[in-house]
Nanobody
Framework: QWQIVESGGGLVQPGGSLRLSCTAS???????VTWFRQAPGKEREGVSCISPSSTSTNYADSVKGRFTISRDHAKRTAYLEMNSLKPEDTAVYYC?????????????WGKGTLVTVSS
């Protein structure tokens, strides 16, 4: 069964850090991985994407300089390192895989992990 599982969410104080993980049940070598998030009452937004070869990454303006996306092919896992977290980063974070590039159609979605930034 092909599935993606996110982990690493939780409660953190403003200014704190978290690292989210996205692990697939199959090799992600040929898939771009995108992190999305959806805050309560808001539409889902793309946060960051990494290409299959890791040579290309992109970030939403709201997280540039604070979040870093990476991947480990051997572990079939992608990561989102989140620093200097703000209350407005509170959301359910989803991982998704698209074949070939960050512009490809999403083939697989995870179920999400909740990040809450609050004092």
């Amino acid at each position: 069964q092909w599935q993606i599982v996110e982990s690493g969410g939780g409660l953190v104080q403003p200014g704190g850090s978290l690292r989210l993980s996205c692990t697939a049940s199959w090799t992600l070598d040929y898939y771009a991985v995108t992190w999305f998030r959806q805050a309560p009452g808001k539409e889902r937004e793309g946060v960051s994407c990494i290409s299959p070869s890791s040579t290309s990454t992109n970030y939403a303006d709201s997280v540039k300089g604070r979040f870093t996306i990476s991947r480990d092919h051997a572990k079939r896992t992608a990561y989102l390192e989140m620093n200097s977290l703000k209350p407005e980063d509170t959301a359910v974070y989803y991982c998704a895989a698209a074949p070939d590039s960050c512009n490809g159609d999403i083939s697989y979605w995870g179920k999400g992990t909740l990040v809450t930034v609050s004092s």
